[in-house]
């Protein structure tokens, strides 16, 4: 490691794949510690179903924003890059690497590369659209984001309520489309980034999914989402494998066929992951079960290149 500008190791991948498994590794090879851009992990209430890193797991190697927010703080994409860049900047002044991990790509993306400056959104604005959301459901904020701004419906996550809530206020506070404020140049950052990326074959990635799923009821997640049903509508619980449990509990589906929503919804959220991630062409990819020291060994290349 020759190089003076500190590092970052940023590992991607599909959910259940093993990046915390392999963040640890890489942790404690490096002596250093762990950011979380897992933006589903911040949470303190969720625990089970965002397979949050256990007890075992936070003890094996230090680690940053996991569990450090309740799901009632208002907290976005740009207070975690603010955040996270301080961080970062901190443990750099002790240790030469820093990793960090996470599926959530926008997330790790407003690390690596930063967010584009977007203007002032007025409150008023933000609070219609959830009310709109709760009274005439997603689909009516999809299509009012078609009429404003085709470009951003045809890119991000139409079945992520914050993610089009977030594209209709920008619209609606500046009466301009939020696409025009994006652009593709990146912030100037004090570190140097390594990007590494865990895959493998579809069927085997869709198997540890399922088998995931199956393990966290068996943990309890059932008592998990009960417990938060009164805050049911909080968009932090729009997410997988609490949203299809509250329908049960509503009454709408039975258990069984909730379950096998949130392996279909999983399912479908590691294939949006994978095109994400697969935008970086400069990312190491590896078989999940490759062996730590190889990854290492090209990580190191990848420094001494730095």
Same mark, same amino acid.
């Given at each position: ?23 640890? %590794? ?8 762990? &950011? ?6 911040? =949470? ?30 208002? =907290? ?52 219609? $659209?959830?009310? %709109? ?14 009429? $404003? ?13 914050? #993610?089009? &809530? /977030? ?34 074959? #579809? *069927?085997?990635? =869709?198997? !540890?999914?399922? %088998? ?11 008592? *998990? ?6 805050? %049911?509508?909080?968009?932090? $619980?729009?997410?997988?494998? =609490? ?17 096998? *929503?949130?392996?279909?919804?999983? #399912? !479908?959220?590691?294939? /949006? ?5 697969? /935008? ?14 190889? &990854? ?6 990848? &420094?001494?290149?730095?």
């Amino acid at each position: 490691m020759n190089s003076n500008q500190p590092i970052l190791i940023s590992i991607v991948g599909p959910t259940a794949i093993g990046k915390t498994a392999l963040s640890i %590794k890489l942790a404690n090879f490096f002596n250093t510690e762990i &950011i979380s851009a897992d933006s589903r992990q911040f =949470y303190k209430e969720m625990q089970i179903g965002t397979a949050a890193p256990t007890n075992e797991e936070l003890k094996a190697a230090p680690h940053h924003f996991i569990k450090h927010i309740s799901i009632d703080d208002y =907290y976005n994409v740009g207070n975690f890059e603010n955040d996270a860049i301080s961080k970062i900047e901190q443990l750099h002044e002790s240790h030469k690497v820093v990793i960090m991990v996470g599926g959530s790509g926008l997330y790790v993306d407003a690390v690596t590369k930063g967010l584009d400056e977007l203007p002032k959104v007025d409150m008023e604005i933000r609070n219609k $659209l959830n009310t %709109k959301l709760k009274t005439d459901g997603l689909e009516a904020l999809q299509f009012q984001l078609k009429k $404003l701004d085709e470009k951003t419906y045809n890119k991000i996550a139409l079945d992520n309520p914050q #993610r089009v &809530i /977030r594209a209709l206020e920008v619209c609606l506070s500046s009466g301009k489309p939020y696409s025009s404020f994006l652009t593709s140049e990146s912030k100037k950052r004090e570190f140097k980034t390594i990007t590494v990326g865990l895959t493998a074959d #579809r *069927e085997i990635i =869709y198997d !540890r999914i399922n %088998k995931r799923v199956d393990l966290m009821v068996q943990d309890g997640l059932l008592t *998990e989402v009960e417990a938060l049903f009164p805050k %049911k509508d909080l968009n932090a $619980l729009n997410t997988v494998g =609490y949203k299809e449990l509250f329908k049960y509990l509503e009454g709408e589906w039975d258990l069984e066929f909730a379950v096998s *929503e949130i392996k279909k919804n999983s #399912r !479908r959220f590691a294939k /949006r992951q994978l095109t994400w991630f697969k /935008r970086n062409g400069e990312t190491l990819w590896f078989d999940f079960k490759t062996d730590v020291l190889d &990854i290492v060994e090209a990580i190191n290349k990848a &420094i001494l290149k730095a």
